[in-house]
T-cell receptor, first 115, second 111 residues
Framework: DTGVSQDPRHKITKRGQNVTFRCDPI?????LYWYRQTLGQGPEFLTY????????KSRLLSDRFSAERPKGSFSTLEIQRTEQGDSAMYLC?????????????FGPGTRLTVL | QKEVEQNSGPLSVPEGAIASLNCTYS??????FFWYRQYSGKSPELIMS????GDKEDGRFTAQLNKASQYVSLLIRDSQPSDSATYLC???????????FGAGTILRVKS
């Protein structure tokens, strides 16, 4: 257990529905990252926050995806009008600061299945 | 060319042998390199980080970095069946320190 928690751990939804995932980082960590992982691939970067500011979004993050980190604590990732191609493991990671040597610690992930 | 490349394997080694996992990357400006272990259905777990050319040892694990060749490797000595997992190479790229991962190498240690 790294201290990063995610909820829910599993989500099954029907195509077209909206889903929201939550991530609680390690308490003193300023940076929070979201990644997506599909079977047989490594995690792919989606977006990251420095405190409450969202500083970068990947081209993978279509306009159906939105992420927030109010008050610089927990973060939510919402997917609107889900598609079957959204089925994946959604991983949250946090790190202490902005140094390139900072280690990112991953939560257990949320596995999304879109039927 | 992918930013981070790994041989997908599977790499099979007998128990007690040395497992050698390799990774190449394309961004010459990369400064930080990480190896994560991922068991099936679980999230990545940090094994090693390395930032300078040369070797870094931690228990049975040794990470090796050669920035001139854009190459990083992980050696696992005295491999155990519990080491069977997918090993992900990750490179820190860009201002935001986002990690770019390889697709991972599947390691199987046979007892």
């Amino acid at each position: 257990d790294t201290g990063v928690s995610q909820d829910p751990r599993h989500k099954i939804t029907k195509r077209g529905q909206n889903v929201t995932f939550r991530c609680d980082p390690i308490s003193e960590h300023n940076r929070l990252y979201w990644y997506r992982q599909t079977l047989g691939q490594g995690p792919e970067f989606l977006t990251y926050f420095q405190n409450e500011a969202q500083l970068e979004k990947s081209r993978l993050l279509s306009d159906r995806f939105s992420a927030e980190r109010p008050k610089g604590s927990f973060s939510t990732l919402e997917i609107q009008r889900t598609e079957q191609g959204d089925s994946a493991m959604y991983l949250c990671a946090s790190s202490l600061g902005s140094a390139s040597t900072d280690t990112q610690y991953f939560g257990p992930g949320t596995r999304l299945t879109v039927l | 060319q992918k930013e981070v490349e790994q041989n997908s394997g599977p790499l099979s080694v007998p128990e007690g042998a040395i497992a050698s996992l390799n990774c190449t990357y394309s961004d010459r400006g990369s400064q930080s390199f990480f190896w994560y272990r991922q068991y099936s259905g679980k999230s990545p777990e940090l094994i090693m980080s390395i930032y300078s050319n040369g070797d870094k040892e931690d228990g049975r694990f040794t990470a090796q970095l050669n920035k001139a060749s854009q190459y990083v490797s992980l050696l696992i000595r005295d491999s155990q069946p519990s080491d069977s997992a997918t090993y992900l190479c990750a490179v820190n790229i860009g201002y935001g320190n986002k990690l770019v991962f390889g697709a991972g190498t599947i390691l199987r240690v046979k007892s």
